[in-house]
């Protein structure tokens, strides 16, 4: 967007001197009050000039530039908040907090809910993947994680606190009167900046070459890619807390201020040693360079070797290793704080974010000759370190070590999957003739096998792998954003309910009410009533709706489902009931036991997540949930599959406060009143709207923001039953419940069951267990048994095909139709031929049991014996060339092939045209 001159022109810079001037370079507008400027001031149009020289007064530590930042905004009027977590469960639209905005986004900045001080200043730690490949490249100006500074002002209609002029006096003060930087090398460039759903102008300050802040006007909110000017205008500051600290110390890279400990105890233990003039040169020269693609890194060592006189290859390596330790160091902080918040790695959500950083890091460990034992150390030192001021990392530190020793072993074996899915997938490539690896492969490897290009080009060094520049930087971003959900009945018919009253909420205040009388406000499409009051819940957090009926006159139609769009709720009838007419009287009347499960369903669920959460650890989420009548599922995210025992623990551990009937409060409170009382984990089911949240509290067990319906005290659940346990997905849990007399009925069932087979077995309940093991081992007894005779049988008939073998070049060929028989009989059938002679090729067609004849299920086996294979022949390249006769495939190894097909009627054929394809192979 452009920026015209005016929205800069300011009192400060007027005042002290600062003139507009357009840097010859990129082409940015920037403010100086050096008339002889060359340039804006930031990298690449200037080079580092703080390598080695500082241009403050004091050198400063991370925390002890933390503390500063604070002071001196707190000195200024700005109240201190504690920051937000690092895993945004109040957005539905991203994962992962990216700004220190992104606290108060979109509800504070669009006024819905006040801020918790205006103006307030927060360091709040951020993770953004969107420049993960330039993470050790460019040597600390890219960041997985940082901590930004934000001070912040909400500037109110009728209530201004401050807008750009103080902005940007505060901020020019620290920096100069603070930290002692002269006022004339500092620049202030123009840009316009958008994120979150928000944007406005800004001002990014440089100082030797290095952007220290952003400075945003924010007054738009980005809407169906347009701007729309919002009534609030908020001061969005982003201090880079790291890049202050590492201006102040002049060290040889943007990470050393930030992991001295760790640099070195990676490079110890990689045997790495460091050299600062070789890392500072670098650091340097990567300011005026594009490192995004591969040519720059090349042009970077290539100068850097000439600059120092130092052999390509030496300084190749060096900066390779020192780049993997960076990242390294970067990678297993962002990896602390994401597991500190419960996020488990896996292959959705912020948990696929959380797994890209481990496998990521553990690639790196690798290029250093370092186990996945490392990785364990290092975090150590990273819990140890950050834990001081953030202390949900030392309260964590077993869950955040236990998850990552779980994810290092399934890496493991994810990669000796993926490497066998990887020389199928070669195989595929060299068919088609194809030459490169396409991009859709490589990602599909990495989302799915955890196979990166570096190991693809390593298993496969004569197919091009040539992935982008920016390859795990745009796997990031594809995953970073909440996908939007395909279109719902909410969706469709949104402007069909504009204008229509709102629905008075009966089932809230009178949450017992099982009858209510109504007036039709409106019929849509004569299946969806809109009534002017109702009592049937509609569908909403993971709670199916109400059913029942509507009276009207002498009619009675079902209400077969309940949707809420906005402020209006739309009651669904069944297939072909008349819809009442509008303005008619009508009696709704609920599905009272069905409620009533649903309640006791509900209720359960909130039991059972503090349940998981005291038994597993904090760790434990809730990743889903359904609650219907018959019985429920509740997912919650944990790094392993639950135990039997646990799983027994959980149950014992619900209906234990079933039974102390602790009652159930449900209360509405402001956003911000809520957040301030219990946290952030009142979002234990997810991002929930709203200026007022509706909070369900059982006494000091569990408290989440929840929009079902609940009982009134947990002893009226009645009793909790875990069904099942399922795994939908890696890093979930999925528990499969019931409650109350449903409950009940699924004992009874499974008691049922137990006495029939207690019958049928003729043993008693407490000795079934020992009587299944008998019938087990007498069955390995008569399987033995069958064997024997499979096996005698097997004998007999080889040797009546060996003595009907036809011979062709030296070559004994059995090309026969078993028909329908086992498939261990025939197995055994060929390994007998291939074994007795070794000369025998045996081709074995039979149709498997119990499926259709004719055109029906075919499969043929193929083995080879020793001589047989020394004189050319294949029993795998047999078996694929007989395969298209059965409409199929096939394949194998030199002594061994089969095909299997869906068309048995060409056996025939296939037996006529083998002893022509032997022939041909052995011809070469």
């Known amino acids: 967007m452009e920026i015209g001159e005016e929205e800069f022109s300011i ?106 001080a205006n103006p307030l200043v927060i360091s709040q730690p951020c993770i953004r993947l969107t420049d993960l490949d330039l993470v050790g490249p460019t040597n600390g100006r890219h960041l997985t994680i940082f901590e930004m500074g934000g001070a912040h002002a909400f500037n109110f209609p009728g209530r201004e606190v401050y807008w750009k ?101 990676i490079a110890g233990e990689a045997g790495v040693k460091l050299d600062s003039r070789l890392i500072a040169e670098s650091t340097r020269l990567s300011s005026t360079l594009n490192l995004e693609r591969h040519e720059g890194r090349v042009e970077a060592r290539r100068r850097l070797a000439e600059l120092l006189n130092l052999d390509l290859r030496m300084v190749d390596e060096a900066l390779s290793n020192m780049e993997a330790i960076y990242a ?52 150590e030192l990273q819990i140890h370190r950050w834990g001081r001021t953030f202390t949900q990392l030392r309260e964590m530190r077993s869950e955040i070590l236990d998850a ?91 402007a069909r309910v504009e204008g229509i009253k709102p629905t008075e909420i009966l089932y809230y205040e009178r949450p017992e009410i099982k009858k209510f009388k109504a007036k039709v406000l409106e019929v849509i499409d004569d299946v969806y009533v809109v009534l002017d009051r109702t ?93 219907e009548a018959d019985r429920s599922r509740l997912d919650i995210t944990h ?31 402001p956003r911000e009143e809520a957040e301030r009382l219990y946290g952030f984990r009142i979002y234990q089911g997810g991002a929930v709207p709203g200026k007022e949240l509706r909070i369900i509290r059982i006494g000091e067990w569990d408290v989440e923001a929840c929009g079902g319906t609940h009982c009134h005290s947990t002893g009226q659940v009645g009793l909790v039953k875990i069904l099942g346990v399922e795994h939908p997905q890696d890093g979930v849990e999925r528990l499969i419940f019931a409650t109350g007399p449903q409950a009940l009925r699924h004992i009874q069932e499974a008691y049922r069951i137990l006495e029939e087979l207690s019958g049928a077995l003729g043993a008693p309940r407490d000795e079934m267990v020992q009587a299944v093991e008998a019938l087990k081992e007498k069955e390995k007894a008569l399987e033995k048994e069958l064997s024997r005779y499979v096996k005698a049988a097997s004998t007999r008939k080889v040797e009546e ?21 086992g498939e261990a009989e025939a197995m055994e059938i060929s390994s007998q031929i291939a074994r007795r002679n070794p000369y025998a090729v045996a081709i074995l067609a039979f149709k498997e049991e119990g499926k259709g004849r004719g055109f029906g299920t075919a499969r043929i086996l193929v083995s080879a014996g020793e001589e047989a294979i020394r004189r050319g022949l294949n029993a795998g390249e047999v078996a694929k060339a007989l395969a298209p006769y059965i409409r199929g ?36």
């Not at 925390?63 to 009027?77: N, Q, S, T, V």
């Not at 709706?545 to 009675?556: E, F, I, T, V």
């Open 801 to 821: 095909l060996l003595g009907e073998a036809a011979e062709i070049d030296g070559v004994k060929l059995v090309a026969v139709d078993l028909g329908y028989i």
């Open 639 to 669: 790094y392993r599959h639950l135990t039997p025992k646990e799983v027994a623990l959980l149950e014992e551990m619900a209906c234990n406060i079933v039974v102390q009937d602790i009652p159930v409060e449900a209360s509405w409170m």
């Open 535 to 627: 009592a049937f819940y509609p569908e909403g957090g993971g709670q199916v709706a109400d059913q029942g009926h509507l009276g009207y006159g002498d009619k009675h139609v079902r209400v077969v489902d309940v949707q809420r769009i906005g402020k209006v709720i739309l009651h669904r009838l069944g297939d072909g009931d008349p819809s009442p007419p509008v303005g008619a009287e009508v009696v709704g009347e609920i599905d009272w036991e069905r409620r009533l499960s649903l309640m006791r369903h509900h209720t359960a669920t909130h039991i059972l997540i503090g349940a998981a959460r005291r038994l597993l650890g904090n760790h434990a989420w809730q990743a889903g949930a359904r609650k």
């Open 11 to 116: 009192p400060f810079f007027k005042d002290n001197g600062f003139l507009r001037l357009r840097c010859p370079v990129c082409g940015s507008f920037y403010w100086t009050q050096n008339p002889d400027s060359r340039n804006c001031g930031d990298a690449p149009c200037q080079p580092y000039t703080f390598i080695g020289d500082p241009p403050t007064r004091a050198r400063y530590s991370l925390d002890e530039m933390r503390d500063k930042f604070i002071g001196y905004f707190e000195a200024h009027g700005h109240t201190p908040i504690s920051p937000y977590p690092i895993v945004a469960r109040w957005r539905e639209d991203v994962y992962l907090v990216g700004a220190s905005i992104y606290n108060f986004q979109p509800y504070v900045t669009e006024g819905v809910v006040p801020p918790p």
């Open 165 to 265: 002029d103080e902005t940007i006096r505060l901020h020019h003060e620290l920096l100069t009167e603070g930290l002692g930087v002269r006022s004339e090398d500092v620049t202030y460039k123009e840009h316009f900046w958008s994120g979150g759903g928000n944007a406005g102008p800004d001002v990014e300050a440089c100082i030797s070459g290095l952007e220290i802040s952003t400075l945003v006007f924010m007054k738009y909110k980005v809407e169906d890619g347009g701007l729309r000017e919002l009534p609030i205008r908020t001061v969005d500051t982003g201090y880079g807390i790291e890049r202050w600290t590492w201006l102040t110390q002049g060290s040889p890279s943007g990470f050393h201020p930030i992991y001295p400990e760790v640099i070195e105890e």
């Open 404 to 494: 990552l020793n779980v994810e290092a072993e399934k890496y493991r074996r994810t990669l000796k999957r993926g490497v066998e899915k990887l020389n199928r997938i070669i195989g595929q490539l060299r068919e088609k003739g194809l030459g490169e690896m396409p991009m859709e492969v490589l990602t599909q490897l990495y989302d799915s096998h955890g196979l990166d290009p570096e190991t693809v080009k390593e298993l496969a060094p004569d197919i091009a792998v040539n992935p982008p520049e920016d390859f795990y930087s745009r796997i990031a971003q594809r995953h970073s954003t909440v996908k939007a959900s395909p279109e719902t009945v909410e969706e469709r018919l949104k």
């Open 328 to 379: 390294v160091a970067d990678h297993t902080k962002a990896l602390a704080f994401i597991l500190s918040e419960g996020v488990i790695p896996s292959n959705v959500e912020e948990g696929y974010l959380a797994r890209l950083l481990a496998r990521r890091t553990l690639r790196m460990l690798r290029r250093l000759d370092l186990g996945d034992e490392a990785l364990l150390r290092i975090m």
């Open 889 to 924: 495939g096939g394949g194998g190894r030199p002594y061994f092939g089969q095909a299997g097909g869906v068309d048995a009627s060409g056996i025939p054929r296939a037996l006529r045209e083998a002893e022509g394809i032997l022939r041909e192979m052995m011809r070469g």
